[in-house]
């Protein structure tokens, strides 16, 4: 019953839809202003026909049920139509056929609804909740319940005439009646509609004296109607990777990185309005808060700003000396001097024997500190000074400070040689700059201010004098003198050091975001190394004294051998037989070398030892790969759980191989700040780096996708929409029950919810030869079962509840693969997929061949992609998804675009290289100031950033960022030797 009634509840919330507004966005409509407290949005269910959005003002009938005939036209405004007190009443949907008196019953409901929102909207506006969360205005696609209740989205818009008669009415799957999928996009044919009216406000739970979209919009430079639909998103718990692959309309294409920077804007004025009430309810209950006050604070956008507006009130205050000043009686005469001058007296406030009023200078001076905090607090003038600012030369300068710290070293003094005595304009400093200057000033080696013309003082006291703060009437020189010495006060005392404040944050907090983000970009691109699979390795940790630890790993990663030679110690002769004899014994052809301790003499031992042909008939090769993390991973409980009883030395040496045979599942088991590809990483807010490389993580693992039958927890932990405790769910449930048959199965797994499943679906492959295999050799083994299995079904519909439980189950006995599961396309497509495979004449058994791949770009050919979309009721991005799907190999994996490790034979010298020198090698890590290229001589050389050219980059090859990243091949000249300092400066020549 509870069943029927919630399915009626939806069927009556989609009877009425809202015209020309985006679904995402309809609670931002201009009608929202009529709306009661206690009404909810809801998006409309159905899809229009044409490309473009309705501009009827008349709503579409709703078909009820299977009834298809005869259903009378519902007319009326739009409006939404979702009353908490009408969805209540017990309209049985699935009850309705073709009785008229069950019709007019509904319809009769629907009256009741439109006549009581009438009531509603004539209420005084004041009557309305004060807070309203975005997740209670945007559409919440996780309130259906799990009865096979497809969730709806962007992707699965079709029109009317793309249903089939042939579907059973209650596989809700493919968008059938009774409940249509929703249209969640603001224009169905990937066309953004840029109007106002579609942007709206977005209403925050703590308001404030500015627009939430429009300040984020102006801070990351992105439009407002896509920061409207992003803050929907997030407050709807989509997540970043699921965002960029499966909802580009909505947010124009923006890649992960972008959308991390809005989410970060986004905390921080989420932040700032926090503070900010919780200032207001502290300062209003000690009884402080003023209208001024109120507006003041309402107005602030940073927590400097709030900071500086809010520091008078702070508990522990001793207070400012303008609340002194007020507190003698003093505000009266400092509000006369600016609004009647002329019938101010000084001389009447003198009170002999009270301090602070004692002489007539004492008076001045209290009016003098009041006006001063009165024009340091006004926002006029603080808007004032700032764009003043802009035009003019404003340079932060810092020097070596002259009493240092006892514990700071010469050697760490000559680290900040170049700005022992530094100046720059803050429009062009750069990032790594200001990192290292705050580094310098942590470790009271530097000093450092902001300097700002004289020229802005004068220019900002004039104005204030003959502007701003003119008094209203005459006013004598004496008081004029006064008023000139509050706005310099002013200035000097408050205005100034806030100015300072100012820059120092923006400056630092944008230095901060962009070295997490780079440390993010390198992250990814190390992440995506294109995999060596099918290959036996030997990976080598070298060392001196402990000796170099070996492991040899297999194919699939398993652990062949494990030992420890001594290289460096006189017996690399008769070692060299152990490591010969292994590597034949296991047909190893690839070593794989670690950086760290004795990484280069160890490299220049098998370099040798290749070059003599010492190991033939194998042709062996080696490569040097990072190690950074390899340690701290050796000796963690992952480590200690996946190899049980190894030496965590011999980890190392194991941990070292995999890095190269598949980097992504083996650097995800590191904390990514141990991986050792970032700048001033420990420099930076621990918290939002934390979160940062999390979600590139995320994204990277998301991206390239899992086999949920054979992939680890811990890799698994890191995809869309998951955590520990489901991927601990998900391992447990596989190895209770089996194999996963299909996607649909994950919805059986305890606390996989249907948004965690709408989150992580798309991101989940499953192998199609192992599934069909397993089905069949399950098939054989039920076929002589399968009588008893039918008697105990028999004896289990006896009772009750176990024949419900037994109902539950019983799909499990018809599981079948889904060819699509192998496939990116999100399950919510499906519908949209086998039309398009219809529509080529193709079929599911031929995913991933040439032959669908011929028959799409004869389609292609023959028809625009856009108007494709159109015949198939959906959009662009969601279309070439599930080209794209359809097209690649079952084993397609995206990271083969990108470069794999660089196998060498022989090495070179630091001494053998000269200016002029060509040569080829691998980034290792790219900052802020330059690109670290590792060229194979024991010392990564430096590419100044001034070196790196768009024109140098590559034009055909599908980059991760603008920038180089970690694993690119580059040709390289050499401009540049320091013997004594081993650096070497180096020039881009070309990306390989």
């Known amino acids: 019953m509870s069943g029927l009634s919630r399915r009626a509840k939806l069927k009556v919330q989609a009877v009425v839809a809202k015209d020309e507004l985006p679904s995402f966005l309809e609670f931002s409509s201009e009608s929202e202003e009529d709306n009661d407290k206690d009404s909810s949005w809801e998006p409309q269910k159905k899809a229009t026909n044409s490309c473009k959005l309705s501009t009827s003002n008349k709503s579409k009938p709703k078909k009820v049920a299977v009834v298809r005939k005869n259903v009378p036209q519902i007319s009326s405004s739009p409006r939404k139509v979702a009353i908490k007190e009408e969805l209540n009443s017990s309209v049985l949907v699935d009850d309705v056929s073709g009785d008229s008196k ?11 609804t439109n006549s009581t929102r009438k ?32 969730i709806p989205s962007t992707s699965t818009m079709q029109g009317e005439h793309s249903v089939k008669k042939g579907e059973d009415e209650d596989d809700l799957t493919f968008g059938e009646p009774p409940l249509k999928k929703m249209k969640s996009t603001m224009f169905p044919q990937g066309q953004p509609v840029k109007t106002a009216r579609n942007v709206g406000k977005i209403q925050e739970e703590l308001e404030m004296n500015w627009d939430m979209v429009q300040v984020l919009s102006e801070r990351t430079n992105i439009e407002s109607w896509v920061c409207a639909n992003i803050i929907c998103l997030f407050n709807d718990d989509n997540t970043i990777p699921f965002i960029a692959r499966y909802r580009k309309e909505l947010i124009n294409n923006l890649d992960a990185d972008a959308l991390r920077e809005v989410q970060q804007a986004l905390e921080e004025l989420r932040t700032v309005a926090k503070k900010t009430h919780g200032t207001i309810q ?11 006050l109120l507006t003041a604070l309402l107005n602030c956008r940073t927590l400097e700003e709030l900071d500086h507006v809010s520091a008078p009130y702070k508990t522990g205050s001793k207070g400012t000396k303008a609340q002194r000043a007020k507190q003698l009686g003093l505000e009266g005469a400092a509000k006369a001097l600016l609004e009647n001058p002329g019938a101010l007296d000084l001389l009447s406030y003198v009170k002999t024997g009270v301090k602070g009023l004692s002489t007539l200078q004492e008076i001045e001076m209290g009016v003098q500190h009041i006006l001063a905090d009165m024009f340091a607090k006004d926002k006029d003038t603080l808007d004032f000074i700032r764009k003043l600012c802009l035009r003019r030369y404003i340079c932060i300068q810092s020097s070596l400070a002259k009493v240092s710290s006892k514990n700071v070293s010469e050697k760490d003094v000559s680290k900040f040689q170049l700005y022992q005595n530094f100046s720059c304009n803050i429009k062009n400093i750069q990032h790594h700059q200001i990192l290292a200057i ?30 701003r703060w003119r008094p209203s009437r005459f006013a004598r020189p004496e008081l004029m003198k006064i008023l000139h010495d509050s706005v310099e006060d002013s200035y000097k005392r408050l205005i100034y050091p806030l100015l300072c404040r100012e820059y120092r944050s923006k400056l630092t907090s944008d230095a901060e975001k962009e070295s997490i983000m780079m440390f993010g970009r390198n992250l990814r691109q190390l992440l995506l190394t294109s995999p060596v699979p099918g290959r036996t390795l030997m990976g080598v940790d070298p060392g001196y004294k402990h000796g170099c630890k070996l492991a040899i790993i297999s194919p699939t990663s398993q652990i062949l051998h494990t030992d420890v030679v001594y290289l460096h110690s006189g017996q690399g002769f008769r070692e060299a037989e152990k490591i010969k004899r292994l590597l034949l014994n296991f047909n ?20 040798d030892l290749i070059m003599k042909k010492y190991f033939a008939p194998l042709d062996v090769v080696y490569c040097i790969v990072n190690e950074a993390g390899a340690s701290i991973y050796s000796v963690s409980p992952e480590a200690n759980k996946e190899m049980p009883g190894l030496d965590p030395n011999l980890r190392s040496a194991v941990s070292i191989a995999r890095r190269v045979q598949d980097p992504l599942a083996e650097l995800v088991k590191i904390e990514p700040k141990h991986i050792g590809v970032g700048m001033y990483q420990h420099d930076v807010s621990q918290t939002l780096l934390k979160a940062v490389l999390d979600s590139v993580v995320e994204e990277c693992v998301s991206f390239v996708g899992v086999d949920i039958n054979i992939c680890s927890e811990i890799l698994l932990r890191h995809i869309a929409g998951l955590n520990a405790n489901r991927a601990k769910n998900i391992i447990e449930w596989r190895e209770k029950n089996g194999p996963f048959i299909n996607r649909e199965q994950l919805k059986n797994v305890k606390g996989l919810g249907p948004k965690s499943f709408q989150q992580c679906a798309g991101f989940i492959r499953f192998n199609q030869d192992y599934i069909r295999t397993f089905c069949s050799l399950q098939n054989e083994s039920s076929e002589g079962n399968q009588a008893l299995s039918i008697a105990a079904v028999d004896v289990q519909l006896t009772d009750d509840k176990q024949g419900k439980k037994k109902n539950k189950a019983a799909p499990k006995a018809v599981l079948k693969p889904n060819p699509l599961d192998q496939t ?8 949209i997929a086998l039309r398009f495979l219809s529509l080529i004449g193709g079929n599911l058994c031929e995913i991933g061949k040439p032959e669908i791949q011929q028959k799409i770009n004869s389609l292609l050919q023959k028809e625009e992609i856009e108007d494709i979309a159109k015949r198939l009721g959906t959009i662009v991005p969601t279309l070439q998804i599930i080209i794209d799907g359809l097209s690649q190999p079952e084993s397609f994996d995206f990271r083969t675009d990108f470069d794999k490790p660089d196998f060498k034979r022989s090495i070179v010298c630091l001494e053998d290289l000269n200016v002029g020198t060509i040569l080829t090698g691998k980034v290792e890590n790219a900052t802020l100031f330059g690109i670290f290229v590792d060229i194979g001589v024991g010392k990564s050389g430096l590419i100044p950033i001034r070196n790196v050219t768009e024109a140098k980059l590559s034009k055909v090859k599908k980059r991760r960022s603008l920038g180089l990243g970690p694993g690119e091949r580059v040709e390289v000249k050499v401009i540049n030797i320091d013997l004594p300092r081993s650096r070497i400066t180096l020039d881009l020549i070309r990306v390989l």
């Open 102 to 112: 069950d019709e007019l019953k509904v319809l009769q409901n629907l009256k009741t």
């Open 119 to 150: 009531r509603v909207s004539n209420k005084p506006r004041m009557q309305k909740a004060k807070k309203l969360k975005v997740d209670e205005a945007i559409c919440r696609t996780d309130h259906l319940d799990g009865g096979g209740v497809e």
């Open 282 to 292: 502290k300062i209003k209950k000690e009884g402080k808060l003023s209208e001024s």
């Open 438 to 467: 705050n580094r310098g000033e942590n470790l009271k080696i530097l000093t450092v201010k902001v300097n700002i013309p004289d020229g802005v003082k004068n220019e900002f006291c004039s104005w204030c004098v003959q502007n």
């Open 588 to 607: 190893c052809s690839t070593v794989v070398i670690g950086n760290g301790t004795a990484c280069r003499e160890t490299e220049a031992y098998f370099a």
């Open 824 to 831: 990116c396309i999100h399950p919510e497509s499906y519908d």
